[in-house]
């Protein structure tokens, strides 16, 4: 067991730090969150900078225009990005955690080569097309139909929760291309190009206030058979590949960039005055600081502990679960002590006098949903106790 | 940076558990209880070389690390091994005979301060000296000097007590710098102990539940049941990146603050061993809240190590004190 980073490793993190110092201020802050053209822009607009400076795609092949970085570049990657505060991966989420890892996994050549660059240049933007109404945490009772017509199939159904929807160019989706197979058994996994015929999109306004994600209706929307990503009825074991991805490194940045904003909020509690003291004198609220930090801290050392495993392994193992499981929680619960920390300011959602109030009670409020998407912890504990712990399996 | 076993501390693991699992198996616990230590039992976990394991070959060591430590004492802790088990391995390089077993210490760490009532001797009538760690240094009384009483019903049953009224001072035999040292190590210990601990109560509790059958079916089907276990396997794993990570800290400072490596990996092991020997009391049921049941030792020995090197919410402050304010 070692946790020392290596020499190159160094190189690697001073080449990055120097760039991030000098190119995140000058991208300048994100646009407001209802402003679809402009978000899409600057989210765009930076991608294309990390590729331009080979920092897109840090984790994948450098054939497909990655990094292909080593393991412990990828975790000094995501410590530094953190650390710089560089802006959020916003709407090229899909492409870049799920869509582009299926396609390197599963997809073929042709389909490398037409989006992987894309996608890490940020002129391809994802959705996701998984969930449907009476599909759910039981997503393999999705219902919507790809029939074969000629070269094409014809689509219908009815998805939800489609991040990005408004703004993507391709939709990852799961189709059922046989409805006579058992519900795991006819699932197919094919691109949609979101410009076709027969898409319409209904946004639902979230519980921020803003409609990231959307309703999308498909009715005899014609997407081509060459679109089909791997074998046909093989969707549903090539959507547990895209959630390995899902469930292993892909909180790393997220559980980094918790451990900086405990720091921030150690840092504003001595300012923050409350009982004629700062709120940092209180001891109950150390210790509660000192808690939240201890799990940041151990969550961190588990990333390290699983991505040894993936070193060894070439797969995200099952502990990802548990790894999400631990990460989304304690996300709620240090927002949570942030927000409890504004105290009145955090009835506003805008950030007003120099303080992070509005930021930190909407982020709050942003990390509901990562306890219910990707697999809700209760599935997350299913999993757990199943395919870990070998306990009796629900109906399925 | 390689945050796995090498080979080489996988057979270490297996070796200590191979031992601990013929040496304390559950089925000896209640011959154990009418003496849970004694020297022949210190002599067998020394020539495991559990108290030398970290010490220099040339004085008679393995030479080995804090986390391979973790590893050992991690293994003590699935078995609820007895004995003042911790303050023989962190002591033995400062005290002629520990390490071999020859020389029995234990030890209070009074850095903090002390408790209510008499001190609460572990072992204290099998101990050759007391060691008692405080702000400014290691002090060494000898157990001739220890006037107390031993008490009738111990928490833990494998953890008898001595109730020492009023303690002496004793000689100092090493400066602040060296008991601070001593309790980071010994902390790094305890939070291994947990992980056991935390490990052991799960694998009992889901073993137990695919056994125990009502409504005609096996508890471990329900939901109820598989949640808490899955929460339990989690803290388990949560704790054991946090323990690793705080041993490869102690034995290369170089790679981050150990301090607060150890003082996380404490909040969390203990928090975790706490949990789970707690959910195991509840996964058993009603024959969680008898004796002859495996749960009550576990819980019974988390409160013990609680209160052992600080407790956890001194941890929590410790971690809180070293978060980085740049």
């Not at chain 1, 933007?125 to 945490?137: D, H, K, L």
């Not at chain 1, 790393?252 to 004629?276: C, N, W």
Request: glycine letters at 10%; hydrophobic letters at 40%; one cysteine or more.
């Amino acid at each position: 067991m070692d946790l020392r980073y290596s020499d190159a490793d160094e190189k690697f993190r001073h080449e990055l730090r120097s760039w991030l110092e000098a190119e995140v201020p000058l991208h300048g802050a994100p646009p407001d969150r209802s402003d679809w053209d402009a978000r899409r822009v600057y989210d765009s607009g930076w991608q294309g900078k990390l590729f331009e400076a080979g920092y897109a795609g840090v984790n994948w092949p450098a054939e497909y225009g990655g990094r292909g970085a080593t393991l412990t570049e990828e975790l000094v990657y995501y410590e530094e990005y953190a650390r710089a505060k560089a802006p959020y991966v916003g709407m090229n989420f899909v492409g870049l955690r799920h869509g582009g890892p299926t396609l390197i996994a599963e997809g073929s050549e042709l389909q490398k080569s037409e989006h992987l660059p894309r996608i890490l240049r940020g002129e391809e933007i994802w959705c996701q097309g998984f969930s449907e109404p009476n599909a759910g945490s039981d997503l393999a009772a999705l219902k919507t139909t790809a029939e074969r017509d000629g070269d094409d199939y014809v689509i219908n159904g009815h998805k939800i929760w489609t991040s990005f929807a408004q703004k993507a160019d391709l939709c990852e989706l799961l189709v059922r291309t046989d409805p006579a197979a058992s519900k795991h058994r006819g699932i197919s996994w094919v691109v949609m190009p979101m410009d076709l015929p027969g898409i319409s999109i209904q946004p639902l306004d979230t519980i921020r206030g803003e409609s990231d994600f959307a309703e999308m209706f498909l009715e005899n929307v014609r997407v081509p058979c060459e679109n089909l990503v791997g074998e046909e009825n093989d969707g549903w074991r090539i959507t547990n590949v895209t959630l390995r991805f899902e469930r292993g490194s892909a909180w790393a940045q997220d559980i980094y960039e918790l451990k900086e904003f405990l720091s921030d909020l150690s840092i504003l509690a001595r300012k923050i005055t409350r009982h004629d003291a700062t709120a940092w004198d209180d001891i109950g609220l150390r210790r509660e600081a000192g808690h939240l930090a201890a799990e940041a801290d151990a969550l961190w050392a588990m990333m390290k502990w699983q991505l040894g495993e993936v070193a060894r392994t070439g797969m995200p193992g099952l502990g990802g679960s548990a790894l999400k499981l631990a990460f989304t929680e304690l996300n709620q619960r240090v927002y949570e002590f942030g927000t409890r920390l504004m105290a009145r300011a955090s009835l506003s959602r805008n950030d007003l006098a120099d303080l992070p109030n509005g930021r930190t009670v909407d982020t709050f409020l942003n990390t509901l949903s990562l306890t219910i998407a990707a697999g809700s912890s209760q599935v997350q504990r299913n999993i757990v106790s199943e395919r870990i712990l070998e306990m009796p399996r629900e109906p399925r | 940076m390689e945050f796995q076993f090498s080979d080489d501390q996988m057979a270490l693991q297996e070796g200590i558990r191979t031992f601990c699992e013929g040496r304390f198996p559950f089925d000896a616990i209640p011959e154990l209880e009418k003496e849970p230590f004694n020297r022949g039992i210190q002599g067998e976990l020394a020539e495991m070389g559990i108290f030398a394991l970290r010490l220099p070959e040339e004085q008679g060591g393995l030479g080995l690390g804090m986390a391979d430590a973790a590893i050992v004492f991690a293994e003590l802790g699935r078995r609820v091994v007895p004995g003042p088990v911790i303050w023989g391995n962190v002591l033995a390089g400062l005290i002629d005979g520990v390490a071999t077993g020859e020389v029995i210490v234990g030890g209070l760490d009074h850095t903090l301060g002390t408790s209510p009532g008499p001190a609460m001797v572990e072992h204290g009538s099998q101990l050759d000296a007391l060691i008692v760690l405080r702000k400014d240094g290691i002090h060494r009384i000898e157990a001739s000097a220890l006037d107390g009483e031993r008490v009738k019903d111990p928490l833990d049953p494998l953890t008898p007590i001595l109730g020492v009224p009023s303690l002496p001072a004793g000689e100092r035999i090493a400066d602040a710098d060296t008991a601070s040292r001593v309790r980071l190590e010994a902390t790094t210990l305890t939070s291994a102990f947990f992980l056991g601990i935390a490990e052991s109560t799960q694998e009992y509790a889901v073993a137990y539940a695919k056994g125990r059958e009502q409504f005609d079916r096996p508890i471990a089907g329900f939901q109820a049941i598989k949640h808490m276990a899955a929460d339990m396997y989690v803290k388990q794993e949560v704790a054991r990146a946090a323990v690793y990570a705080a041993g490869c800290s102690v034995d290369d400072p170089e790679i981050g603050d150990p301090i607060r490596a150890v003082a996380s990996a404490r909040v969390v092991a203990g928090e975790a061993a706490m949990h789970n020997s707690r959910k195991c009391v509840q996964i058993y049921g009603g024959m969680g809240f008898t004796w002859e049941m495996p749960p009550h030792y576990y819980l019974k020995r988390t409160w013990v190590l609680e209160n052992a090197f600080g407790t956890g919410e001194d941890a929590a402050e410790t971690v809180a004190d070293h978060i980085r304010l740049v």
